[in-house]
Structures are given as structure tokens and as C-alpha cells.
């Protein structure tokens, strides 16, 4: 999918492409859908693709309450489910999005998970203390919060990108320039860095759907301590991304749209069993 002009038009609430079985694709947190255009085309050869944006995220629905706490991005996302005529989907989710796609699988809305760098798998309640706290310290150079003036553009995305990717000069310029766009616009970053649910995380052990989770071997915003031990078991497959960083998709399109395969090709194994 073309990325041109991405940075300069405020990019749809969701996006819908493809033919096959139902995928949902959950972005990170600050970010859009957009996150995911360069693995859009090669999934939508076999999958019918929807790509929503969270609420009070650039270009997303403005939140239904306030604050914007993390559960509502789940019933978000269940809604979006339920006026597609989707009972239930496979879904991918990178960062936060992983978190919400494991809370939808645990509402019994998924077909398979694939988490790519999810949060919510704490090691200790203090591990995502020690997340927001580096996050309300970086976050004033980004421009985020109430009354904060953006950073310059290029300032931004110098900034931003080795965030996001092992390799920035691998992320195209313009895909680049819309994930800093994104960052300076979202309104809910203060809601959800308050939100007392946040160090609770998730527990894997709920979980009975086939499972692929990707950890970065580069990840400068969740590094490995903040996990708590992941164990394989027949559901859960846990795989490396070595040479990427938190959103990987960016800079590696090719292994997470074989992950996603490879979750989904599980997934349909275990039902024709």
C-alpha cells in the first residue's frame, strides 16, 4: 500500500481492505492504523483487513467517556466486532494493541492472537510503574500532554523513530513523517498513564485460543525486564524478532505477515481437528 501524502491528511477512523477470513489489526498506543500499511497489501491477498484507530488517537472517534481508560479501547474494538458482523476474529495487536487483543480473546472474540510486542505482560505491578514514569519523562519532548506545543517535525521524528524501530533509515520517509504525526495528536495519553487497571495486566494462563507472541530483540519501549517470564505451552508460541525494534513492522514487514499466517494456519488447524 502507498504510504505518500500519509503525514500530511489525517488518515480515516478505520481502514477496510481485502477478501477471507475476518482480521483485526490493533495499533499501539499514540499511534493510527497506519502502523500496519506496510504489511496492509500482503495480507489482503487472503484476509478481509479491518484497521481501526483507538478513540482520542489521531484521526480516531473521539472517546464515549472520560477518561479514556484502557477497558474502553476494548469495548471500542468489541463494537467495531459487532457493526461488522464479526462474531469473532483473528486478531493482531502491536504494544497496547496486543493487551486489547488478548482482552477480546478473553471476551471470547478471537480466533487467534498474534502480539506483537504487547504490553500488559508485566513482570511486577512496578514494571509498568517504571514504564509510565519513563514515559511522562520522554513525553514533554514529544509534546505530549495538555497545553505542550509540539516539537519541531524533523526534531519529532529524530526523536521518535529509534523508539520505534531498530533501523529507522529502514522505515520510509513518508510512513516515517505519519507515525511522528501521530505521536503530537493524541489527546488520551494523560487518561491512560492514569489509569489504576494499567499495572494489573494480563493473565496469559486465561487464554484458549492458538497464540504467537513476538518479542523485538531490539525494544527500547518494552525492554525484556518488563515481562514477566513467558513459558510456551500448546496454545502459546513465543518467538524472537531479532534486529527489530517495538513496532517491527515498520522496518521487517516479512515476519509478521508470516507470524500472522502462521497463527491464523494453527488456528484452523485446531478446528478442522
Not at 32 to 48: C, F, H, K, R
Not at 83 to 90: G, R
Not at 109 to 119: D, F, G, K, M, Y
Not at 122 to 150: C, E, I, N, V, Y
Request: net charge negative; proline share 11%; charged share 20%.
Amino acid at each position: 500500500m502507498a504510504v505518500d501524502g500519509a503525514a500530511d491528511t489525517i488518515p480515516e477512523s478505520l481502514f477496510r481492505t481485502g477478501r477471507g477470513e475476518p482480521l483485526l489489526l490493533l495499533h499501539g498506543a499514540l499511534l493510527t492504523w497506519e502502523s500496519w500499511i506496510p504489511v496492509l497489501d500482503d495480507l489482503a491477498a487472503d484476509y478481509s483487513i479491518l484497521a481501526p484507530t483507538f478513540p482520542g488517537h489521531r484521526g480516531g472517534p473521539e472517546p464515549e467517556q472520560r477518561p479514556a481508560v484502557f477497558t474502553s479501547l476494548v469495548d471500542h474494538c468489541e463494537r467495531l466486532l459487532d457493526e461488522s458482523d464479526w462474531p469473532t476474529a483473528h486478531i493482531a495487536g502491536n504494544s497496547i494493541g496486543g493487551w486489547v487483543a488478548f482482552e477480546l480473546a478473553a471476551r471470547g472474540r478471537a480466533r487467534s492472537v498474534t502480539a506483537i510486542a504487547p504490553a500488559g505482560l508485566w513482570r511486577t505491578p512496578d514494571s509498568a510503574g517504571a514504564l509510565l514514569r519513563k514515559f511522562r519523562t520522554f513525553g514533554p519532548l514529544l509534546g505530549l500532554g495538555a497545553d505542550r506545543t509540539p516539537a519541531v517535525p524533523g526534531m519529532l521524528r529524530s526523536l521518535l523513530l529509534p523508539l520505534l524501530a531498530h533501523r529507522p533509515a529502514a522505515v520510509p520517509n513518508q510512513l516515517a513523517k505519519a507515525m511522528a504525526a501521530a505521536v503530537s495528536y493524541c489527546t488520551v495519553t494523560d487518561d491512560l498513564a492514569e489509569d489504576p487497571f494499567l499495572p494489573t495486566g494480563f493473565d496469559l494462563t486465561t487464554l484458549d485460543v492458538p497464540t504467537t507472541i513476538l518479542l523485538p530483540g531490539h525494544d527500547r519501549v518494552l525492554p525484556p525486564h518488563i515481562y514477566a517470564p513467558l513459558t510456551p505451552t500448546p496454545l502459546i508460541e513465543i518467538h524472537a524478532l531479532p534486529d527489530t525494534g517495538h513496532i517491527p513492522m515498520l522496518e521487517a514487514p516479512a515476519p509478521i505477515t508470516t507470524a500472522i499466517r502462521a497463527t491464523i494456519a494453527r488456528a484452523d488447524a485446531s478446528r478442522t481437528a
